[in-house]
Nanobody, 117 residues
Framework: QVQLVESGGGLVQPGGSLRLACAASGVTFSITRMSWYRQAPGKQRELVARISTGGSTKYADSVKGRFTISRDNAENTVYLQMNSLKPEDTAVYYC???????????WGQGTQVTVSS
């Protein structure tokens, strides 16, 4: 059974930083593409950042230069370092995993990030 457990969300002031983590189990992590999505109230879920099995990364234009996605295959964990946070970054952040062989997709339960003074 695949499980994705996010952690690290919370309340932060504008300009602050947070680091999200997503621990995966039940999946061969090294052959799993990992992504972070977010969904703000009243908006569609959107891709924030993605990291391939080989370490290639992709970012939404709105977070380029501020967010960094990384993965630790030994710890089966993907991270999202978020710097220079803005109120418009407020959303529920979801971890997403895709097995590249079967394209099976899995989601975490989400973690709330609130950027407010």
């Amino acid at each position: 059974q695949v499980q994705l457990v996010e952690s690290g969300g919370g309340l932060v002031q504008p300009g602050g930083s947070l680091r999200l983590a997503c621990a995966a189990s039940g999946v061969t992590f090294s052959i799993t593409r990992m992504s972070w999505y977010r969904q703000a109230p009243g908006k569609q879920r959107e891709l924030v950042a993605r990291i391939s099995t080989g370490g290639s990364t992709k970012y939404a234009d709105s977070v380029k230069g501020r967010f960094t996605i990384s993965r630790d295959n030994a710890e089966n964990t993907v991270y999202l370092q978020m710097n220079s946070l803005k109120p418009e970054d407020t959303a529920v952040y979801y971890c997403n995993a895709v097995r590249v062989v079967s394209m099976s997709e899995y989601w975490g339960q989400g973690t709330q990030v609130t950027v407010s003074s």
